[in-house]
């Protein structure tokens, strides 16, 4: 089968790419390589594809419906869209919000348009956000839970994805899953994330910023069970294509509080972290917590990762990656 991959240059859409691949299928990996942080990591995640037959990668912003339509033009018998394309990061969208108006409702209406246009008409899983809950005091939060009051404007653009998702299906008749990511960590991860940022300036003997006094915490999810949900949302569309697709949480189901997280950092870097306590961000959030029973029901989706196990493979890649 074929599966277009957008974000593939991505964290999370580099490991699905290299998953996809192992289970066979043909894989059109698009991504546009911005700058939002170091192209050389999207490069590095590139050159770790290199050598598999069954991935062509094409530069292409999704966003603009020429070049998605002009990346995909020998293609358009895919069997499926994994849209894992975005403008990433909650605080960022403070201060540019366009990017990810841009981006990630523009960009949505771009896969949604080629799907419905396609032989095919591939069903499309694709990334959403925990950030959508807001600040949902009711936990866990499940996907039935009200998600009308997002507190950034990254989750206002998720948001709109899943109700674009949801226009296509009743017009269009594109099939759709959406999947709600819980802060995704792991090797090759994003460097504008705790676990990147605190690895960072703990092994330089800097200090890290400790949002609203440590009192938070933060459903943290390891890659490789991320993917695993990917997978059996992909594996399932495919098989059910005609059946309503709902859109699921995945996270790990144990929120770690952030004093705790830091605490797992030092052990695995070998030091302590130079803490500052600072207020909250306007566009955070105290908690995050994901209720997983229906992907568990659906998706046979089953983290097995713990933060105590997940975060010195993270440090283990990052040193070597950084050459410390």
């Given amino acids: 089968m074929k599966a277009i991959v957008t974000g593939a240059a991505g964290f999370i859409g580099f490991h699905v790419a290299k998953r996809l691949a192992s289970e066979g299928f043909d894989i059109v990996a698009i991504d546009n390589l911005n700058d939002y942080y170091p192209v050389a990591l999207k490069e590095t995640r590139l050159s770790a594809l290199d050598g598999q037959s069954n991935i062509r990668f094409v530069r292409a912003n999704i966003a603009n419906p020429r070049e998605f339509a002009e990346a995909i033009a020998g293609d358009t018998d895919a069997d499926i869209i994994v849209h894992l394309a975005a403008q990433a990061g909650v605080r960022y969208s403070v201060e540019n919000p366009a990017a990810y108006v841009d981006a990630n409702v523009h960009g949505q209406v771009t896969v949604f348009e080629q799907a419905r246009q396609m032989p095919k008409r591939p069903p499309v899983v694709y990334a959403s956000s925990s950030s959508v809950y807001g600040a949902?005091?009711?936990?866990?939060?499940?996907?039935?839970?009200?998600?009308?009051?997002?507190?950034?404007?990254?989750?206002?653009?998720?948001?709109?994805?899943?109700?674009?998702?949801?226009?296509?299906?009743?017009?269009?008749?594109?099939?759709?899953?959406?999947?709600?990511f819980f802060t995704v960590y792991g090797p090759y991860g994003r460097p504008d994330m705790a676990p990147w940022l605190f690895t960072d300036a703990i092994l330089k003997g800097e200090p890290i910023k400790v949002y609203n006094h440590g009192r938070m915490e933060r459903d943290f999810t390891f890659i490789d069970d991320i993917v695993n949900g990917v997978f059996g949302a992909v594996s399932r569309i495919l098989a059910n294509p005609d059946e309503t697709a709902p859109i699921y949480n995945l996270g790990n189901n144990k929120p770690v509080a952030l004093m705790r997280f830091i605490e797992i950092i030092e052990k695995a870097c070998g030091r302590?972290?130079?803490?500052?306590f600072a207020p909250m961000p306007p566009a955070d959030?105290?908690?995050?917590?994901?209720?997983i029973d229906l992907a568990a029901r659906d998706l046979g989706f089953s983290p097995t990762t713990s933060l105590e196990e997940g975060i010195p493979l993270f440090v283990e890649w990052f040193r070597g990656y950084n050459g410390r």
């Fill in 285 to 291: 959030v105290e908690r995050t917590y994901a209720d």
């Fill in 272 to 276: 302590e972290a130079i803490k500052q």
């Fill in 136 to 180: 949902n005091t009711k936990v866990p939060f499940s996907e039935g839970d009200p998600v009308d009051h997002p507190v950034s404007v990254y989750a206002a653009t998720k948001r709109s994805g899943e109700l674009l998702a949801h226009s296509y299906r009743h017009v269009h008749k594109v099939a759709s899953t959406g999947l709600r």
